[in-house]
C-alpha cells in the first residue's frame, strides 16, 4: 500500500516543477508594447491578403487554361 502512495507524491512533485519552470520562463518573455503590436498585425493582415490575392490570380489563370483545353 505504501508505494503506491509514492507515484501520486512523485507525479506531484513534476507537476510542480513543471509549472515552476513554465512560470519562470514566462518571466523571460519580452511581451511587445502595443504599438509593436498593431505593426505586427498589420503586417500579418497585409502578407494574408497578398498570399489570397496571389491564390486568386493564379486560380483565375489556371482556370481559363483548363477550360480552354476542355
Request: proline letters at 1%.
Amino acid at each position: 500500500m505504501a508505494g503506491t502512495n509514492t507515484g501520486s507524491v512523485k507525479t506531484k512533485d513534476r507537476l510542480s516543477t513543471y509549472f515552476r519552470g513554465v512560470k519562470s520562463e514566462l518571466r523571460k518573455v519580452i511581451w511587445p508594447n502595443r504599438k509593436e503590436l498593431l505593426n505586427y498585425t498589420g503586417v500579418v493582415i497585409f502578407i494574408s491578403v497578398l498570399v489570397a490575392i496571389i491564390v486568386y490570380v493564379l486560380d483565375l489563370i489556371l482556370g481559363g487554361i483548363l477550360s480552354f483545353i476542355i
